[in-house]
């Protein structure tokens, strides 16, 4: 069954950097692409986004941009994101999800459990 | 960016209601249109996909639709495990925005 597990929770300290790792199981990891979605406290779904398992091309949110860089080991199937310069806007839990396609749609069929990061002085 | 809109933001039922949530995307995404379900402190899990395809092991009272301009997720009726915050979100073209939320609550 697919499976995608996420390292455990994180207190950073402003200015500072977070990685987070998703390991896949289940599937052909190469075959799927892995968004990362944020969620912080009381508010919606974020997408920051997405890295292709295959070539590693990555697509992100501007808003991000350049604070922000996903990547991929394919040897171990674990996909990972860090983010630099942490502020407290930056406190949320962060999700990997499958960026699945099939049928010709696109959707995140599977998600891991997140991971809570906080940013506190 | 497509905008995503929901509405309503959040509704109250009682168990057996019919229940619609509307989506409207900023401009036309096709049909790439997919929704979910989060329970308080879980993730999201996968109802819809294609705006009208059901996920597998995702129950028959759930059902997606295009109509006019937007989009339609329906719980024909609504169960107590169906009480939660409901998202939309378009795969048309990056970023891959979500809609705001729909929070279901009991009456």
């Known amino acids: 069954q697919v499976q995608l597990v996420q390292s455990g929770p994180e207190v950073k300290k402003p200015g500072a950097s977070v990685k987070v790792s998703c390991k896949a199981s289940?599937?052909?990891?190469?075959?799927?692409?892995i968004s990362w979605v944020r969620q912080a406290p009381g508010q919606g779904l974020e997408w920051m986004g997405m890295?292709?398992?295959?070539?590693?091309?990555?697509k992100y949110a501007q808003k991000l941009q350049g604070r922000v860089t996903l990547t991929i080991d394919t040897s171990t199937s674990t996909a990972y994101m860090e983010l630099r310069s942490l502020s407290s806007d930056d406190t949320a839990v962060y999700y990997c999800?499958?960026?699945?396609?099939?049928?010709?749609?696109?959707?995140?069929?599977?998600w891991g459990q997140g991971t809570l990061v906080i940013v506190s002085s | 960016d497509i905008e995503m809109t929901q509405s309503p933001s959040s509704l109250s039922a009682f168990v057996g209601d019919r229940v619609t949530i509307t989506c409207r995307p900023s401009?036309?995404?096709?049909?790439?249109l997919s929704w979910y379900q989060q329970k308080a402190g879980r993730a999201p899990k996968l109802l819809i996909y294609?705006?009208?395809s059901l996920h597998s092991g995702v129950p028959s009272r759930f059902s997606g639709s295009a109509s006019g301009t937007g989009f339609n997720l329906t719980i024909s009726s609504l169960q107590s495990e169906d009480f939660a915050t409901y998202y939309c979100?378009?795969?048309?073209?990056?970023?891959?925005?979500f809609g705001q939320g729909t929070k279901v609550e009991i009456k």
């Open positions: 890295i292709n398992s295959y070539n590693h091309n990555a």
């Open positions: 289940g599937y052909t990891f190469t075959t799927s692409g």
């Open positions: 999800a499958r960026d699945f396609m099939g049928s010709g749609w696109y959707y995140f069929d599977y």
């Open positions: 294609g705006a009208s």
């Open positions: 401009e036309s995404i096709s049909r790439y």
């Open positions: 979100q378009q795969t048309y073209r990056f970023p891959r925005t």
